[in-house]
DNA sequence: TATTGTTATACTCTATAACTATA
DNA sequence: TATAGTTATAGAGTATAACAATA
């Protein structure tokens, strides 16, 4: 357990990242929407898998996987195969078209960050990656719920408290 | 100058944060969009400051930045006053009431931070902020020109090689 | 003529809600 | 009845372009 002044200044960084990550998206994304290019990420990190798992992923709802997926199925990215466990499911996997996009994409972006933390030392750029690597475990464990959740804090989870991924369907 | 694969490991998980980024949002933004809460954030760290630095530091287009100041200025969280020294310009001021805001939203932000992160160490904690106020200067050194700016990569760079903060303005 | 800021338009990302086809 | 996925609609964020006022 930190110092509040820790978190705070985490809390700033974060904020500010923002800037860097539009820097990112405008210098290398050419002809694939930030949307797109995310599913594909996830697709050549994870392998083969559903919607439901690719939204709990990106920690968006459904919906908004289902159109980024249809959008990168219309462009030949990826299938969208029949699953014989469950007709209600679908299971993606890149094509080699989509392997191609994904691996100019990261070209492209390593070439960037190469060229940006051109001054900085080995060991400060090997470590930023497993520190942002587990920032990200702290929240997936805690939004896929393999983890106690801790509270969802005093503020908000007003009516349904969901844990993303989807809409509640009323009724 | 780290290693190829250090780069590509950054890389992905720059990608992923956006995950974290999103869950953030979602569970300590209530009442303030996300555009009023770049604004804010960025007013409350560096002081008052013309539309046009705004932009700079937000690293987006002057016509979204000035979107979003009016935003807050409506919402009665920052002054827009005129600047003697330039007519043209307005010089953005945080309202008491704008302060008010970003604290709170600090406070929350803060608070989720330390949940989510309760089990890290003190050490790595305090070994991320720093690692990423630096990645963000690398960027900023580049976007602002107060560095070589390295070339602008073989790739994009087509018409105007803008630094961002301004739309060409044909004609 | 160039610069600061604004507005109009269009596109992307996102959430909510309603719908389908399976389980 | 519940779940996997889709579609419709609406709300933000962003970029491009054109415009006004001032330098």
Same mark, same amino acid.
């Given at each position: 357990m930190a110092a509040q002044a820790q978190y705070e200044e985490l809390v700033r960084q974060f904020s500010a990242f923002g800037a860097v990550k539009r820097d990112i998206r405008r210098l290398?994304? #050419?002809?694939?929407?930030?949307?797109? #290019?995310?599913?594909?990420? +996830?697709?050549?990190?994870?392998? $083969?898998?559903?919607?439901?798992?690719m939204a709990e992923l990106l920690a968006v709802d459904m919906s908004v996987t289902s159109r980024h997926v249809a959008q990168a199925a219309d462009r030949g990215w990826l299938q969208r195969l029949p699953d014989p466990a469950d007709r209600r499911s679908r299971i993606l996997r890149l094509t080699p078209e989509g392997r191609e996009r994904l691996?100019? /994409?990261? *070209?492209?972006?390593? *070439?960037? /960050? #190469?060229?940006?933390?051109?001054?900085?030392?080995?060991?400060?750029? @090997?470590?930023?990656? =497993?520190?942002?690597?587990? +920032?990200?475990?702290?929240?997936? $464990?805690?939004?896929?719920?393999? *983890?106690? @959740? #801790?509270? =969802?804090l005093p503020r908000p989870a007003p009516p349904g408290s969901e844990r993303t991924t989807r809409t509640p369907a009323s009724a």
């Open positions: 290398t994304s #050419a002809e694939c929407p930030s949307g797109s #290019a995310a599913v594909l990420a +996830l697709l050549g990190r994870h392998g $083969d898998m559903h919607i439901s798992r691996d100019e /994409l990261f *070209r492209h972006t390593t *070439r960037l /960050l #190469a060229e940006r933390l051109a001054d900085w030392s080995d060991d400060d750029v @090997a470590l930023l990656a =497993p520190l942002m690597a587990r +920032l990200r475990d702290s929240f997936d $464990d805690c939004r896929t719920g393999s *983890r106690p @959740a #801790a509270s =969802p």
